[in-house]
């Protein structure tokens, strides 16, 4: 078989699985995501009742920090999607992007290692976190840390099964991680550790298991192929590191903008203000993977359909659709519901005030809004636009969260990221979007 007709072979295949990989992936985990939102949340109940309120904060602290970190793929493996959707598996294109990819991959993973490594032996994760000087404190963060960099390289295997149209797959192992973390919970509060180092990589160690599990199956499905040995071109090479660039600005500006508010709030409020805030996240970062993790499956979807405008037309509106609707409703549960399940978790110990449901619930309805346009622009210069939107949000987020953290508490800090959420990025990608699918801008 000529290499034209396997790409080609490869592009109907997955073309035919087309939308329905959108809707099994967003379906997937909305199913799969209760019984682990379950999960997480019993984990939460224990570790309350065991360390009270301001230990679960601690808690929360920890776990968070590798997203706090702007250490990531730095949008390495985003060409592995790519070249899967454009050129297939088959492609001596795709052999060379997945084995360079891997080896820059595993090179983030050590450096990351080394540098937290040195951050520990120099005490330096307590001043970070703004926690007081603590050997459990420097142990957690360096545990956290290997966690976050062994799921480096880990995560390639998620980008082929989006490259391939097996999101869903993806999707069903990584929404049952937080029933392992639970078991892992349990049996390390079985264990009754003086610390929150032990329990924090307990919790942290249920996602990487299930990272292994999608890279085994992305290697099972990729087979022999990609591992064969070629000459490729020299710019082959330079489109691995073109592509990455804007997703590197992408990967450090987005966590800095979403997941620094509980360390702002140890550094500029309270203990009790950082667990309000992540007793409301323990609900709202479930149903907001439901958006991201189902929209992901639109990016090759349309990268597979850009030569076809009218089909690339009718694909976004139906996404659009589907997301928005989705999205409302969910900010309706996380209203309705979310003060109820507060004080069931905490036993009554905490009580969130409703402004801080209702932000994150806004939050969730933006995304929403934004879910179909992000994916649209995951081209080259769609990533540019995006990458400067969201160094503008960063720079717009930091001095208004310190400007509001110190009246409103947890309310302010996500407050803090409404405004430049929508003027930064929503606004601007929206745009772009709907110039790009139609001559007519109509919002």
């Not at 295949?13 to 997937?28: C, E």
């Not at 679960?56 to 899967?84: E, K, N, Q, R, W």
């Not at 292994?212 to 489109?239: D, I, M, N, S």
């Amino acid at each position: 078989m000529t290499e034209p007709q396997a790409l080609k072979d490869a592009k109907t295949s997955t073309r035919r699985r087309g939308f329905s990989d959108v809707v099994g992936s967003t379906a997937g985990r909305a199913i799969v995501m209760p019984v682990s939102a379950l999960a997480v949340l019993y984990s939460s109940t224990l570790i309350t009742q065991q360390r009270g309120v301001e230990g679960f904060a601690l808690f929360a602290i920890f776990i968070s920090l590798p997203y706090m970190v702007p250490v990531s793929d730095f949008g390495i493996s985003v060409s592995v999607t790519d070249t899967l959707a454009t050129k297939g598996k088959e492609s001596p294109e795709f052999s060379f992007v997945w084995q360079r990819t891997l080896v820059v991959l595993l090179l983030i993973c050590a450096l990351t290692i080394a540098v937290a490594a040195v951050l520990a032996l120099g005490g330096h994760w307590s001043q970070i976190l703004g926690l007081p000087a603590s050997p459990d404190t420097e142990l957690a963060g360096l545990l956290m840390m290997i966690i976050m960099a062994v799921g480096i390289p880990l995560g390639a295997g998620q980008r082929v099964l989006l490259g391939i149209g097996r999101q869903t797959q993806a999707t069903l192992f990584a929404s049952s991680s937080g029933c392992i973390s639970l078991g892992l919970v349990w049996m390390c509060l079985s264990a009754n550790p003086s610390g929150y180092a032990a329990l924090a990589a307990a919790y942290g160690a249920g996602p990487l298991l299930m990272q292994l599990l999608v890279f085994l199956l992305a290697l099972k499905r990729l087979g022999k192929t990609p591992w064969r040995r070629q000459l490729h071109p020299y710019t082959t090479r330079v489109r691995i590191m073109r592509l990455a660039f804007p997703m590197t600005v992408l990967t450090i500006a987005l966590p800095l903008t979403y997941q620094t508010d509980r360390v702002l709030l140890a550094h500029f409020s309270t203990l009790v203000q950082v667990a309000d805030y992540s007793y409301v996240s323990m609900y709202y970062m479930p149903l907001l993977s439901i958006i991201t993790v189902g929209s992901q499956a639109l990016w090759p979807l349309f990268m597979r359909t850009m030569e076809n405008p009218r089909r690339l037309r009718r694909q976004f509106r139906r996404a659009d659709r589907l997301f928005l609707a989705l999205s409302a409703g969910m900010m309706a549960g996380l209203i309705l519901l979310g003060p109820t399940a507060t004080g069931i978790v905490s036993n009554g110990a905490a009580t969130a005030p409703m402004a801080l449901y209702i932000v994150f619930g806004i939050m969730l309805v933006l995304f929403g809004i934004n879910a179909s346009s992000g994916m649209l622009l995951m081209d080259y210069g769609g990533r540019k636009v995006q990458a400067f939107g969201a160094l503008a949000m960063l720079a717009l987020k930091i001095p208004l969260s310190l400007f509001l953290i110190p009246i409103f508490g947890a309310t302010g800090s996500v407050a803090a990221t409404l405004l430049p959420l929508m003027l930064c990025m929503i606004v601007p990608t929206r745009l772009v979007a709907l110039r790009k699918i139609s001559k007519e801008v109509i919002i």
